[in-house]
């Protein structure tokens, strides 16, 4: 769908350039990973640590909601997956007095299986119609649980949900744990996302006729997209359950759906760096804006109107963006000096 | 008997309601196949000027009314040149710039009027008896103006020249190029009329019920559902399946008790997406 013949001839370029770029990609990666591991080094304020945990827990968030976008799909319902996996563990955990440690596992794959359960009728909906499917069911899931009485705790919310790590532990321990559990997950979705079955998705993607005709089996590898989309978000989500404590259905609504969105959108949806940048400027700025406090949602609004009006490609662009202004002021200097 | 006569009031206002906020959004969505979100968010705002004019400016709630339907209509036209223009075609962007506006039309109603719930005083006071039922004239006045525009919305787009100019470009935009249709004014004019909708909408409801800085986000959600249901580039099928909304909406509450019935007619939705996902009355698209 996007890859024009310029994306084509931007990735046929001398074989050491590549492979000079892809070490200096590992290294900045690398960098970037020990920085953050050291930050709590630096931070000692327990609400930066906070917002730290919930970049970690909405980074691995977006970037499974990427995954289905790869294959061609556009999920408006992902909010509500991450619900999913949160409700379950949070009930499993609560009700039936599991550890949280057991639980977790256990409702990313309950996320998994429902994911792809609903992945098999919605494999028949395209683009738009996807979209909107999703939506609906998602919306559908929200007031499943605000109906559920005391056992999802109605419109009040679900109180009491056992601490992963026991009470009184300082935020420290939780940031290495989630962080962990960021890494792990990216790593798995970026080598899913390299293997035979992510490059079918991508074939789907950008053409379904084709696909087919070659042999790739379009609504199996959707319901795959999908299903591995809903076991990275469910983790997420019952991660979040256990770290908050305290749940309601309005943390997995339709905008915050939209939010996750706009995390992915905002990074870039063609690279895989794009939502996990994406996550954090949304989610970090606005915080250093903090003192705002009620104005504080026009600078997410002023970052994406920013991002659409002048990176089309999202945030990930932004280096070739400069580099092709100075080029191009280079070269508008040479014909000048020609003439 | 009571209860009934209040449900099918209850419907008809809901159904008029939803079906002009849905077809302010078909409007754009049918010509230039702009998902709107930000759509919500207008209807809620226009709510919250007409109550500024009448609680801040003293005016009488008709040209209230009229007041703040002109001063929308001017913003979507606006929104449609500077927002949704630039990227006509581009999905993805087109998302971004609506929850862009959403979150600042949200944000800057949150600051001014604060979180807590106020309404619009009523239009018309008193009680219409007959017998043993009674229907406020308010209920009957916000149904009367929603079916006296919805009446007029639908002679607009099938019997002047520019609502067929607006079938026409629904159809096929190049080929409407080709005939000498002015795109760019057609456009203008149908989110000028969309907004100036969902603004009457927002009035009439926030006189019904009450004004709320999200209660957009659930209109939004009704909005997508009629049209998705009914399908790209049907008019008349808003209508039906505003109906069958406004029917569940209104029913299913006195059967199954709170956000029960919510899940319910949501489940009917995504079952009827799934027997007809090009909906029942338009045709398919690619995005």
């Given amino acids: 769908m996007d890859m024009s013949d310029k994306q084509l001839s931007d990735m046929t370029p001398s074989k050491t350039a590549t492979v000079q770029e892809k070490w200096i990609k590992l290294a900045i990666t690398a960098g970037v990973v020990v920085l953050i591991a050291l930050l709590p080094l630096l931070l000692t304020s327990p ?28 999920p408006l319902g992902h909010g509500a997956f991450m619900g999913i996996g949160a409700y379950s563990s949070a009930m499993i955990a609560k009700w039936l007095g599991w550890s949280p440690w057991l639980t977790i596992p256990v409702a990313a794959l309950v996320t998994m299986g429902i994911g792809m359960l609903i992945g098999y009728p919605f494999a028949r909906l395209r683009t738009l119609y996807y979209a909107m499917g999703s939506l609906f069911f998602g919306m559908g899931i929200i007031y499943i649980f605000y109906a559920g009485g005391s056992l999802t705790g109605g419109y009040s919310g679900l109180t009491g949900i ?12 939780y940031y290495y744990l989630f962080l962990g559990l960021a890494l792990v997950s990216l790593l798995a979705l970026y080598r899913f996302e390299f293997s035979r079955i992510g490059i079918n998705l991508k074939a789907i993607a950008q053409s ?32 979040y359950a256990h770290y908050t404590t305290v749940l309601s259905g309005n943390n997995f609504s339709f905008m915050a759906t939209l939010w996750l969105v706009m995390y992915v959108l905002i990074g870039g949806k063609d690279s895989f760096a794009g939502p996990i940048i994406g996550t954090f400027i949304l989610v970090l700025i606005p915080e250093f804006f903090r003192d705002l406090k009620i104005y504080t949602p026009f600078i997410s609004a002023a970052i994406l109107l920013i991002v659409v009006f002048i990176m089309p490609q999202g945030l990930v662009s932004l280096p070739k963006l400069v580099r092709s202004w100075f080029t191009e002021h280079r070269k508008g200097r040479r014909i000048t000096h020609a003439s | 008997m ?30 230039l196949r702009i998902l709107n979100l930000a759509h919500g968010a207008i209807y809620m705002v226009g709510g919250y000027i007409g109550l500024a004019f009448i609680m801040i400016l003293g005016f009488n709630q008709w040209i209230a009314l009229l007041l703040t339907t002109l001063i929308i209509a001017a913003f979507g036209i606006f929104l449609e040149k500077f ?33 807590k719930t106020l309404a619009l005083p009523p239009f018309v006071e008193g009680v219409f008896r007959a017998g043993t039922f009674s229907v406020s004239y308010e209920r009957m006045v916000t149904f009367a103006v929603g079916a006296a525009l919805l009446g007029l919305a639908i002679w607009f787009v099938n019997r002047t020249r520019w609502g067929q100019q607006m079938q026409a470009i629904a159809q096929d935009i190049e080929g409407a190029y080709l005939q000498g249709i002015n795109v760019r004014r057609i456009s203008a004019l149908a989110s000028f009329i969309g907004c100036g909708l969902a603004a009457v909408a927002g009035c009439l409801m ?53 956000a029960g019935s919510d899940a319910i007619t949501v489940g009917i939705v995504v079952v009827l997406l799934l027997i007809r996902p090009q909906g029942f009355f338009g045709y398919e698209i690619e995005m």
């Fill in chain 1, 47 to 74: 609400y930066m640590l906070h917002i730290f945990i919930l970049t970690f827990i909405y980074t691995i968030a977006a970037v499974s909601l990427r995954t289905i976008l790869t294959s061609g799909q556009f």
């Fill in chain 1, 162 to 173: 056992p601490p992963l790590l026991p009470i009184g532990t300082s935020k420290v321990p």
């Fill in chain 1, 208 to 239: 379904h006729l084709v696909a087919s005709s070659v042999g790739i089996n379009e609504g199996w590898y959707r319901i795959l997209a999908v299903g591995v989309g809903c076991f990275f978000v469910g983790l997420a989500g019952a991660g």
């Fill in chain 2, 2 to 31: 009571e209860l009934i006569v209040a449900t099918v009031t209850n419907f008809l206002i809901l159904s008029s309601m939803y079906i002009l906020v849905a077809l302010g959004f078909a409007f754009l969505f049918n010509m």
């Fill in chain 2, 83 to 115: 927002s949704f223009r630039p990227f006509v075609g581009d999905f993805n962007r087109i998302v971004m710039v609506c929850v862009a506006i959403a979150v600042v039309l949200q944000t800057a109603v949150n600051i001014i009027a604060g979180s």
């Fill in chain 2, 206 to 258: 926030g006189a019904y019920l009450r004004l709320g800085p999200y209660m957009g986000d659930l209109m939004l959600i009704k909005a997508l559902i009629l049209v998705i249901l009914a399908g790209v580039g049907s008019v008349s099928g808003i209508l039906v399946t505003g109906l069958v909304l406004g029917a569940l909406d209104a029913a299913l509450p006195v059967l199954v008790p709170g």
